[in-house]
Structure formats: structure tokens, C-alpha cells
């Protein structure tokens, strides 16, 4: 059974950074194609960023790049999310979630798309 955990969020200044990570267990990234979501009260489920199973294809919402910055740890079946230059607008509860896919395909920011989410955690950006 696939289990995705994540951690490292909490509260940051305007202009602060965290790096959140996402834990896999049950399935190798290498056949994973792993999400990161996130979302705040009121507001619809968005996706921020995705990275293949492969590592190869990686993909960022326009109101993230050069801001945030995915990797991967095969070693540690890991995936973090670096996130620089918080804003206040970045608060939420952030998700990562998988999609068992090929190693070499593209990955989507499509909440629908992923079959399996872990329980959240929450980054509040404030002074």
C-alpha cells in the first residue's frame, strides 16, 4: 500500500524559506509521478509542482517558478519541495500526491489525475 507523509511546514516571515518534504512508502518513485498541491481556506485544490518518475520532467505553476524548486531522493524515496521568497499568499496546507505513471512521461498539475495524498502540512507566511 502506497503511503505518502509530509513534513516541514510551519510558520515563516515574508521572505523566509522552508523545504518540505514528501516520504513515499510502499512504491518506488521511479514508477511515481509526485505532486505537490496545496490549499487555503475558501479556495479550489491548486496544483504548484510535479516531477516524473524518472526525475527527468518537472513542472511548476506560473505563481511558483523561480520561487520554488523540486527534487528528488531515490535513496530515501523523497521528494522535497524547496520553497524561497514566501509571500503571504503561499499560505495553506500543502499536499503531496502520487500517480503510479512510466518513468519518462510528463508529469500534470491535475489534482484529478492523482490517485494517492498524504494528510498535509500547513505553511503559514506572516509577520
Known amino acids: 500500500q502506497l503511503q505518502l507523509v509530509e513534513s516541514g511546514g510551519g510558520l515563516v516571515q515574508p521572505g523566509g524559506s522552508l523545504r518540505l518534504s514528501c516520504a513515499a512508502s510502499?512504491?518506488?518513485?521511479?514508477?511515481?509521478?509526485i505532486g505537490w498541491f496545496r490549499q487555503a481556506p475558501g479556495k479550489e485544490r491548486e496544483g504548484v509542482s510535479c516531477?516524473?518518475?524518472?526525475?527527468?520532467?518537472?513542472n511548476y505553476a506560473d505563481s511558483v517558478k523561480g520561487r520554488f524548486t523540486i527534487s528528488r531522493d531515490s535513496a530515501k524515496n523523497t521528494v522535497y519541495l524547496q520553497i524561497n521568497s514566501l509571500k503571504p499568499e503561499d499560505t495553506a496546507v500543502y499536499y503531496c500526491?502520487?500517480?503510479?505513471?512510466?518513468?519518462?512521461?510528463?508529469?500534470?498539475?491535475?489534482?484529478?489525475?492523482?490517485?494517492?495524498w498524504g494528510q498535509g502540512t500547513q505553511v503559514t507566511v506572516s509577520s
Open positions: 500526491a502520487a500517480e503510479q505513471a512510466p518513468p519518462f512521461r510528463q508529469c500534470v498539475l491535475r489534482p484529478g489525475d492523482y490517485d494517492y
Open positions: 516531477i516524473s518518475g524518472s526525475g527527468t520532467f518537472r
Open positions: 510502499g512504491f518506488t518513485l521511479d514508477y511515481l509521478a
